[in-house]
C-alpha cells in the first residue's frame, strides 16, 4: 500500500514540488563563488559565429546541487546569458522526479542513456549540441557504481566534435545521505562554489581513451569547491543568487 502510495503520480508531483521550493530557497540564501568562468569561454569559443554546444559532466552526487548552478551561471557568465541546457536523465520514475524539479531551474530534459555510448539518447543530445543547446550529463548515473564513468560521456564528445567542460560544486553546509552516491543535500543560508575545469579536447576516433581523463577533472572540480565552500584554500569574487 505505502509503495503505490509513494509511487502515485500525484505523491510524485507533490515531492516535486517540495523539492524545487526547498532548493529555490537554497539558490536566494547562498553566497556563491565562481571559479574556472574562462574555462566556460574557453570551451564555447565566443569567436564563433554561430556556436554548437558544449558537453557538460559532473557526478551524479551533486545533482541537487547543479540546477541552483545553472541558474546562477546564466545570470552571471555572458556566453551562458541566452544559453539552453538539457540533461540526460533515465526513464525510470526517479528519472522524471528529477525532471520536474530541474524545470523550475531552466533545464529541459532528455530522457534516455548513453551508458553503451549509443541509444536514442545519445543520437538526440549530438542534434542539440548541432544546434547550440549545450547538454549536461552525470556520467555514473542512475545508479552508478559511485564515480566511475560509463563511456558515453567520451562518445559523446567525439562524435559532436565538442569539448567536455567537467564541473563540480559544493555548498556547506550539506547533508550526505545514504544513497549509492552520497548524495549531498544542500542547506539553506550557506557558502557555495561552483567550480570549471579547462575544457578537455576528444578526438574522435578514440573518445574512450580520454574517459580517464574526464573522471579526474570531475574529481578534482569537486574536491576544490569541497575545499572551498569549507573554507579551506583561496576563494575568489563571491556573488548572491538572486530569487529563482
Known sequence: MFRRLIRHPRTQAAVAASLGTYLALVARTTRWTLIGAEHVAAAIGEDRPRRPGIIMAFWHERLAIMPLCWQLARRTLPPLRDARAHVLVSQHRDGRLIGDVARRFDLSMV???????GGQGLLAL?????????VVITPDGPRGPRRQAAPGVAHLAALSGRPVLAVGAAIAPSRILGSWDRMRLPLPFGRGVLV???PIPVPRDAGESMLPAIAAAMSDACDRADALAGGRGRVGTTVRAGAT
Open 111 to 117: 530522457y534516455g542513456s548513453t551508458r553503451r555510448g
Open 126 to 134: 549530438a542534434r542539440l549540441i548541432r544546434d547550440g543547446a549545450h
Open 196 to 198: 570549471a575545469a579547462p
